[in-house]
């Protein structure tokens, strides 16, 4: 099946950081990628859709001058969490979506921890 | 909005039982349903896709149906397992081609050996 890898699995950083996610569909060309975040017994949420060579669509209450998101390639997009603080500490995860199928293909999720 | 919702949030009963978890949407025009596994810490791990315009969905033990009129779904385990323990999402795609997801809460299983 369709493979999405997240790197890295686990950041920790300090309050005023930036920290960059990866999100790479491994054996198939994605023209659309989104981005979760998961906060601790909450269901995922969406936070904004990534499409290949042009602007992400966020989604209400997602601001998108503190979360960036690129989409340079078919196989790969990027979430940079900038600024970040504790209340941004979630699992953030991505999937890319097979254009065959249209089944949504997930990757293991980035946990991040600001202090 | 898309509201979706789970029964029950959590679940524990001896291996070996068929167990059914059920999934509720209010907004009855979707794409497509999907339930997925998610392992403690881990991602998510697609089971099965039912499209708006199918009925259910079988794999292995498991067979998902889609009632799209009344805005409900269920997942069916048969003869379960003590691997088959974690939290099962239900999502769904209210638009076709780029349209994310929606998903319930989960429902979290523990399959006693």
């Known amino acids: 099946g369709a493979v999405v890898s997240q790197h890295p699995s686990r950041v920790i950083c300090k309050s005023g950081t930036s920290v960059k996610i990866e999100c790479r569909s491994l054996?198939?060309?994605?023209?659309?990628m989104f981005w979760y975040r998961q906060f601790p017994k909450q269901s995922l949420m969406l936070m904004a859709t990534?499409?290949?060579?042009?602007?992400?669509?966020?989604e209400q209450g997602v601001e998108k001058d503190k979360f960036l998101i690129n989409h340079a390639s078919l196989t790969l997009s990027t979430l940079t969490v900038t600024s970040a603080h504790p209340e941004d500490s979630s699992f953030y995860i991505c999937?890319?979506?097979?254009?065959?199928?249209?089944?949504?293909?997930f990757g293991p999720g980035t946990r991040l921890l600001v202090l | 909005k898309q509201e979706v919702t789970q029964i029950p949030a959590a679940l524990s009963v001896p291996e070996g039982e068929n167990l059914v978890l059920n999934c509720s949407f209010t907004?009855?025009?979707?794409?497509?349903l999907q339930w997925f596994r998610q392992d403690p810490g881990k991602g998510l791990t697609s089971l099965l896709l039912?499209?708006?315009?199918?009925r259910e969905q079988t794999s292995g033990r498991l067979n998902a149906s889609l009632d799209k009129s009344s805005g409900r779904s269920t997942l069916y385990i048969a003869a379960s397992q003590p691997g088959d323990s974690a939290t099962y999402l239900c999502?769904?795609?209210?638009?076709?081609?780029?349209?994310?997801?929606?998903f319930g809460k989960g429902t979290h299983l523990i399959i006693q050996p």
């Open positions: 999937s890319a979506s097979v254009p065959a199928t249209e089944t949504q293909y």
């Open positions: 054996d198939f060309q994605a023209t659309t």
């Open positions: 990534s499409n290949e060579g042009s602007k992400a669509t966020y």
């Open positions: 907004d009855s025009a979707i794409y497509n």
């Open positions: 039912i499209q708006s315009s199918q």
């Open positions: 999502a769904v795609r209210s638009g076709g081609g780029a349209d994310g997801l929606t």
